[in-house]
């Protein structure tokens, strides 16, 4: 007789937010918004420039008021408790150090705003400091001030500092944001880990996809105020819920064309000179002239026409490693998996069922 699956092993929603909303006068920043995260998993909220990701997640933090919906924490409605009450801390963009203080005191601030109510002593704050420094390996700069600090350094005494109260929900606002790109990398690798062996719930928000599909258990893809899809990073990248889903992952991203009526779209990697196509049969072949060649190292990007779209510019990924001929204001013969056409009502921009491209680019 097998056993029940244990309530522990069954993912469980630690914020729940519904219907929320948030205008300012006829601005929708937040427009309707329905969201579960669950205990333990790192979700990443992505979008650009006023999509209200930010709207959003300062509202789960207590820093602006909803217009309208509920935002529920470990079960209690906090929708209109103040942030200390909430069980949640924030890094935000900037970091925010006291630069008068040094790394312990820094740390420190948050348990002894809240001495009393937490009931903790200077040995238990000292204790708590410490233990959570050594978890970010920063233990050895207690005694230095953030001037003295690298940027991925002053990071991650931020985080120290929104987790030594042991949040319910840590929340990250681009914390990444000013860091140069090698130092982004790590800082990224370094996130991760901290955040799957303390098993904390994050939350994480950004403009950068990079980041989105390194770090996300699930993405959150927002704009304009709503929510456009939820996923893993990788059933977001291959199945895209709209065309702006397409679009906004993927560097270079997705091409789009105009068909009979709709649209549709294929991403650059898929699309390869028809000799690389194991099997051609269940692919659709394109006439491509070949405009331009970008060579960045393991890559070759490729910028040409498909015969019939001669002002939609395509691009192609091929792998510098495959040895084909690509010469510039030349035609070839390029191909795209069946399966990797991906096609959009033309008037929403909503993805829709396979149609025919018999007719078309040719």
Do not use: W
Request: net charge positive.
């Amino acid at each position: 007789m097998s056993r029940p699956l244990a309530l522990s092993r069954l993912p469980m929603s630690i914020v729940q937010i519904s219907g929320l909303k948030k205008y300012f006068d006829a601005v929708h920043a937040v427009d309707g918004v329905d969201l579960a995260i669950n205990q333990g998993e790192f979700l990443v909220i992505l979008g650009p420039s006023g999509c209200g990701k930010t709207t959003l997640m300062r509202m789960i933090a207590g820093l602006e008021k909803p217009t309208a919906g509920t935002i529920e924490i470990g079960g209690e409605d906090v929708t209109k408790l103040p942030p200390r009450k909430r069980g949640v801390s924030m890094v935000f963009q900037s970091y925010a150090l006291y630069p008068h203080m040094n790394v312990f005191n820094n740390i420190a601030f948050p348990l002894r705003a809240q001495r009393r109510e937490l009931k903790f002593d200077k040995r238990a704050i000292r204790e708590k400091v410490v233990s959570t420094a050594k978890l970010l390996e920063i233990d050895m700069l207690l005694d230095r001030r953030p001037r003295q600090l690298s940027g991925g350094q002053r990071q991650r005494v931020a985080i120290a500092r929104a987790m030594v109260t042991k949040p319910a929900v840590l929340l990250l606002d681009e914390p990444l944001s000013n860091l140069d790109a090698k130092l982004r990398a790590n800082a990224r690798d370094e996130l991760k880990d901290f955040q799957r062996s303390s098993d904390i719930t994050a939350v994480f928000v950004t403009h950068d996809q990079i980041e989105a599909m390194g770090l996300g258990d699930r993405i959150v893809v927002m704009s304009e105020g709503k929510i456009q899809q939820i996923g893993t990073p990788q059933s977001i990248y291959d199945d895209p819920a709209n065309e702006f889903v397409a679009t906004f992952l993927g560097s270079p991203s997705m091409n789009i064309l105009s068909g009979n009526g709709f649209r549709f779209g294929f991403r650059p990697e898929h699309f390869l000179p028809k000799t690389l196509h194991d099997n051609p049969e269940n692919s659709r072949l394109f006439h491509y002239y070949v405009k331009r060649v970008e060579y960045l190292g393991s890559d070759r990007l490729v910028y040409g026409y498909l015969r019939g779209s001669e002002d939609e510019l395509t691009l192609a990924k091929v792998p510098s490693n495959v040895r084909v001929s690509l010469d510039i204001e030349s035609d070839y013969e390029f191909a795209v998996h069946n399966s990797d056409i991906k096609f959009f009502d033309k008037a929403t921009g909503g993805r829709i069922a396979q149609q025919n491209l018999a007719q078309a680019h040719t």
